[in-house]
């Protein structure tokens, strides 16, 4: 990270960080802004719900998957339920991937759409949603075997990853460990490189082992929601964060931190980026994405924030399945 865009983040975040811990605050002034790209953060769950522990209903019941012609089910994997669900058939699908602290029903504006063209599986990652939350290392590698394990629960034998925030590094991995069943990926407003070294990343994952984690987060949601982010869907994003505890959260953004994932090997795959426009990139962006995934079809969106394809469904559907038709993939 360049001095200039760590003095951006500085000037940019300053105002709201009060409630983070004062040995880590410069630390956080650095990379708020950065970790908001990485991780899709909510705001502050209830006290009712954090004393208790649990986890709220979604929004996008099992009942209503059925209704949308969706079916809801359960992988394994090392003994743990992973939760998905299922629209169509096929040995071919679209995997949706949902970003930190976030669930599959992020995805709802987007399976409609999408189902009517091709098989669509959205899955809750492992510690999130309704999968289970074991006390594990929440690496992006074990995230990328869980995708495995629902992918060959689905029978599904190659998929196009949809990769939201933290879901790009884990579809990135997934790459990694099964090139051979990724057909393409599609970033959404993630990252492909890191934002900051292991010092930066350390202090910073402290803040959130603290038992002001929420309020910490409620403050980078302030900072990431676009304008256009409606009433409804930031309340689906608080009631989505309400279903992952503090152990994955911290175990999941230590993942991020890890430094193996960073590699600066090849994605030579189809690959199409919806960035969120931001002065904090640097202009050489693109650039920089295209060196690790040259066959790439690079969008830079304005006037929108994190939650791209909650905030601008109709053009992201359209954007997504515009890049399926160029190429050629999931044909029905």
Not at 26 to 54: K, N, Q
Not at 117 to 137: C, E, F, Y
Not at 139 to 162: E, G, Q, T
């Amino acid at each position: 990270m360049t001095k200039k865009l760590r003095h951006g983040f500085i000037l940019k975040r300053s105002l709201t960080l009060g409630l983070l811990p004062k040995r880590i605050l410069h630390l956080h002034r650095l990379l708020c802004f950065a970790l908001a790209l990485v991780f899709a953060m909510a705001v502050v769950p209830s006290r009712e719900h954090a004393r208790a522990g649990t986890s709220p209903a979604p929004t996008h019941s099992p009942k209503d998957d059925k209704s949308a012609t969706g079916e809801s089910r359960f992988a394994k994997l090392d003994g743990a339920r992973i939760h998905y669900v299922n629209y169509g058939k096929g040995s071919e699908a679209l995997v949706l991937i949902h970003g930190w602290t976030m669930n599959l029903d992020n995805w709802r504006d987007q399976v409609p759409d999408f189902a009517k063209r091709n098989r669509v599986i959205a899955i809750d990652l492992p510690g999130h949603g309704l999968s289970d939350k074991p006390q594990v290392t929440y690496s992006m590698d074990y995230f990328a075997r869980a995708v495995d394990a629902v992918m060959r629960d689905a029978k599904v034998k190659r998929a196009v990853l949809v990769g939201h925030s933290m879901g790009t590094p884990v579809a990135r991995q997934f790459y990694r460990k099964y090139p051979e069943k990724t057909l393409a990926i599609v970033i959404v407003d993630g990252p492909l490189q890191p934002f900051g070294d292991k010092a930066m990343m350390d202090g910073l994952i402290a803040g959130f082992r603290g038992p002001n984690y929420r309020e910490a987060a409620s403050q980078t949601l302030a900072s990431i929601a676009g304008t256009n982010l409606s009433a409804d869907a930031t309340e689906r994003i608080k009631a989505s964060s309400l279903n992952t505890p503090q152990h994955v959260l911290v175990s999941a953004m230590e993942g991020m931190a890890d430094g193996s994932i960073w590699g600066e090997d090849k994605i030579n795959v189809p690959v199409l980026a919806i960035m969120a426009k931001s002065p904090f990139f640097g202009p050489d962006l693109e650039k920089r994405y295209r060196s690790f995934a040259p066959n790439m079809d690079f969008q830079m969106w304005d006037g929108v924030g994190h939650f791209i394809m909650m905030e601008k469904p109709k053009e992201f559907n359209e954007a997504v399945l515009a890049f399926l038709d160029k190429n050629r993939l999931l044909k029905k």
